[in-house]
């Protein structure tokens, strides 16, 4: 079983359209928990980091549910832009950062 | 902004070549990486380095080495590649007690035929 797994997708969705990613991670002593994007043929960059109370940063909304494993990105008034791959993240100590293969989304006019 | 900068974008070498994937930072970060990134899979780390002359294993070092002979530069050594060294290779750096951002450079497409 994989640390860190997320759905691959592709998720297709039209303008405007709310749509949701889950991840699961498989180590409970996990410390931080992020999502980072990734366009295509270029390098990941980060989006935003998870908090335990849940997170909200313009049209992304990040939350986690420790006693579940897993964490989640809703993404609200889909633009043609937020299509890319976008990777969750656990680290586990200061230098074990945890990589799901990403999921695919296209947001399509 | 934090610059990592890889010295090939494309690399194309041959079964049991040395090959040299070079990495520079410009943010004196203590903290540097290196992933290699294949389709299902994700990135997966290849090692990492603390600071200068310090190294470490990741998931998956075998075939594979690294100098960091000094603060800015982290490099990357095949010693003989092998065709299941094709991939994505992402070099990373970040500053030590910042757990949030790791910043990437943009990445070195290896093809070993």
């Known amino acids: 079983r994989k640390e860190v797994e997320q759905d691959p997708g592709p998720f297709n969705v039209p303008e405007g359209a709310t749509v949701a990613f889950n991840c699961t991670y498989s180590?409970?002593?996990?410390?931080?928990f992020f999502w980072y994007r990734q366009d295509c043929r270029k390098e990941p960059k980060l989006l935003m980091s998870v908090y335990s109370s849940g997170n909200e940063d313009g049209r992304f909304t990040a939350q986690l549910n420790r006693a579940s494993q897993y964490i989640s990105l809703l993404i609200r008034d889909s633009k043609l832009s937020d299509s890319a791959t976008y990777l969750c993240?656990?680290?586990?100590?200061?230098?074990?950062?945890?990589f799901g293969a990403g999921t695919r989304l296209t947001v399509k006019p | 902004d934090v610059k990592v900068t890889q010295s090939s974008r494309y690399l194309v070498k041959r079964t049991g070549e040395k090959v040299f994937l070079e990495c520079v930072q410009d943010m004196d970060h203590e903290n540097m990486f290196w992933y290699r990134q294949d389709p299902g899979l994700g990135l997966r780390l290849i090692y990492f380095?603390?600071?200068?002359?310090?190294?470490e294993k990741g998931d998956i070092p075998e075939g594979y080495s690294v100098s960091r002979e000094k603060k800015e530069r982290f490099s990357l050594i095949l010693e003989s590649a092998s065709t299941n060294q094709t991939s994505m290779y992402l070099c990373?750096?970040?500053?030590?007690?910042?757990?949030?951002?790791?910043?990437f450079g943009s990445g070195t497409q290896l093809s070993v035929l």
């Open positions: 380095s603390y600071d200068v002359k310090m190294k």
């Open positions: 180590n409970s002593a996990s410390q931080s």
């Open positions: 990373a750096s970040r500053q030590q007690g910042d757990n949030e951002k790791l910043f």
């Open positions: 993240v656990v680290l586990y100590n200061n230098n074990d950062m945890r």
